[in-house]
Structures are given as C-alpha cells and as structure tokens.
Antibody, heavy 118, light 109 residues
Framework: EVQLVESGGGLVQPGGSLRLSCAAS????????MHWVRQAPGKGLVWLSR????????TYADSVKGRFTISRDNAKNTLYLQMNSLRAEDTAMYYC???????????WGQGTLVTVSS | QAVVTQEPSLTVSPGGTVTLTCGSS?????????PYWFQQKPGQAPRTLIY???NKHSWTPARFSGSLLGGKAALTLSGAQPDDEADYYC?????????FGTGTMVTVL
C-alpha cells in the first residue's frame, strides 16, 4: 500500500526554523518527483516546491524562494522541507504528494500542521 | 508569478450539470499548462480527479471530465450527486513551477 506520512510540524516562533519530513512506503520512491503543498486554515491550496527523482533539480514558488529548501534521501525514502525565517503567514497544513507521468499527484499524505506564533 | 482564477462558488442541482473554469493571468490556458483538477472535502487531503487536461485516474467518476474551453481549463460535472459537494482546485504548470487556482466551492442543492 502506498503511504506518504508527513511529520515535523508544530509550534514555532516567528523567525524560527522547522524541517518537515515525508516518509514514503509501498512504492519505488526514487522513481517519483515529489511536491510540497500547503493550505492555511480556511484558505486554498498553495503549491510550494517540487524535486525531481534524483534530487538534481528543484523549483520553488516565489513566496518561499530563498527561505524554504526541498531535498530528498532516496536511501531513506524520505522527502524533506527545510523552512527558515518563518512568518505568521506560513501557518498552514503542509502536504507532500508524489508525481510521475501517468501517476500524477495520485497519492497525498494527510499533512502536518505548522503554526508560527509567539 | 501567475495568478490562476476560478469561480468562488457554484451551485448545481442533483442530477444537473455544472462547468468550473480555470483561467491564467498570463493568457490563454493551453495543454502546455498540463491542467490538473483536485477535489477536497473538509478535513481531508486533496484528491486528484483530472491530469494533463482530460486524463482521469482510476478512481475518477465518469461524470467528471476535463477540457479546454474558451482559453481556460474546464472541469465539467454531469449528473451531480450529493457526494460531489466539495472544494475544487485547478493547478497549472508554468515552466516547472506550478500554481493552484483560487478554488471553487461546489454546492449540490
């Protein structure tokens, strides 16, 4: 069974850092591009970043470029999102999703909640 | 970064048909934007219905279809059911980056 399980969320002060993880199982993780998406409470979905299957290419939304870093460890079947200089507006549920031609965004995690507040 | 616009809300009668659209601030939406459509219900993760304009996943009900219509991406729901009441988001690709639409809340009433 394909599973994506996010972790690492929690309460952090403005200006702080947090690293999110997305543990993958049930499929060949190294074959898939991976994406991070977030959703602030009561708001819409926002695409954040993607990484290709071997980690050699990444892309970011303008809103997080320079503050967030996506990475992966294919040996550990894990995707990461390093978030620095966090702001109140980064408060959201953070989801990971997998992507491959023909299996596009076919599985999502259940999300991890990040709250940025003093 | 591009802005992707959807209708804020739409209402459809049970058994009726409704079309949601997805427009781009950069101009006409084409197949090169690889439009996606997602359904999200309260407290749940999004679920992909349509990818690359009109392709369906195995779980996508036949009553959903994707297309390009008048310079926008479109999601048509034919024969709406109460279970289709949800938020719907499109996603467009811009040379590697992706941008979600503003979302449409669909009410079946």
């Amino acid at each position: 069974e394909v599973q994506l399980v996010e972790s690492g969320g929690g309460l952090v002060q403005p200006g702080g850092s947090l690293r999110l993880s997305c543990a993958a199982s049930g499929f060949t993780f190294s074959n898939y591009w991976m994406h991070w998406v977030r959703q602030a409470p009561g708001k819409g979905l926002v695409w954040l970043s993607r990484i290709d299957s071997d980690g050699s290419s990444t892309t970011y939304a303008d809103s997080v470029k320079g503050r967030f870093t996506i990475s992966r460890d294919n040996a550990k079947n894990t995707l990461y999102l390093q978030m620095n200089s966090l702001r109140a507006e980064d408060t959201a549920m953070y989801y990971c999703a997998r992507w491959m031609v023909g299996n596009e965004f076919d599985h999502w995690g259940q999300g991890t909640l990040v709250t940025v507040s003093s | 970064q591009a802005v992707v616009t959807q209708e804020p809300s739409l209402t459809v009668s049970p058994g009726g048909t409704v079309t949601l659209t997805c427009g781009s601030s950069t101009g006409a939406v084409t197949s090169n934007h690889y439009p996606y459509w997602f359904q999200q219900k309260p407290g749940q993760a999004p679920r992909t219905l349509i990818y690359s304009t009109s392709n369906k996943h195995s779980w996508t009900p036949a009553r959903f279809s994707g297309s390009l219509l008048g310079g926008k991406a479109a999601l048509t729901l034919s024969g709406a059911q109460p279970d289709d009441e949800a938020d719907y988001y499109c996603l467009l690709s811009y040379s590697g980056a992706r941008v979600f639409g503003t979302g449409t809340m669909v009410t079946v009433l």
